[in-house]
């Protein structure tokens, strides 16, 4: 039996914040990541949910989230009123290892051109401390900051780079599925800049 390994990688792009929890491995490669295999993906069924947590935060990213827990003395102020839309990718079945097999090649995918193929499923708004929780079925969804629809996210700041990430995670001992998902996405802040001529 082939055993895949799911991990969850971390990308910056011009200063903003990016999930892709994506990376698998064939059995027998170097790697440092959770198992996926057939066992642990039976437990699984396309009715089941998982939640999404976002943490929204001003600045710029530092460190990874690589299991999608909750994290202490995360760096930055928190953002209330920050609007996230959120995308399901069709046609991919998690509760398979066909799936997860579909879910690897979007490595290197531009989450813009996978919303164009994507069901959207709801917005979220950040609230009490910069939190947005979205609860959804298990499968692959992208997270694209609306900057349009937000109301503090104006003028000195860059929205935060969608991402793409799978619900659930797996736990970091393999054995079992993360279904509370957290994520940190941060805003760069673009000061301006003044010349006199």
């Not at 992208?142 to 900057?147: C, F, M, T």
């Amino acid at each position: 039996m082939k055993k895949i390994a799911h991990t969850s990688m971390i990308a910056l792009t011009a200063g903003a914040f990016a999930l892709s929890s994506l990376g698998m491995a064939v059995e027998g490669v170097a790697q440092e990541t959770a198992p996926v295999n057939t066992n642990l993906v039976s437990q699984l069924d396309t009715n089941d949910e998982a939640k999404l947590t976002i943490h929204k935060l001003k600045g710029n990213f530092a460190g990874t989230n690589k299991w999608g827990t909750v994290q202490k003395d995360v760096a930055g102020d928190p953002m209330d009123d920050v609007v996230f839309d959120i995308y399901r990718v069709k046609d991919i079945d998690l509760s398979t290892i066909d799936g997860w097999k579909k879910y690897d090649k979007l490595a290197g995918t531009d989450p813009n051109d996978l919303i164009a193929k994507a069901e959207k499923v709801g917005s979220v708004t950040t609230a009490n401390g910069g939190i947005a929780t979205f609860t959804g079925k298990v499968g692959v969804y992208v997270v694209k900051e609306n900057l349009g629809a937000s109301t503090t996210v104006k003028g000195t700041y860059a929205p935060a780079a969608p991402f793409i990430t799978s619900l659930p995670f797996t736990t970091q001992d393999g054995t079992n599925w993360n279904k509370d998902v957290h994520v940190y996405p941060k805003n760069d802040v673009h000061a301006a800049e003044k010349k006199v001529v």
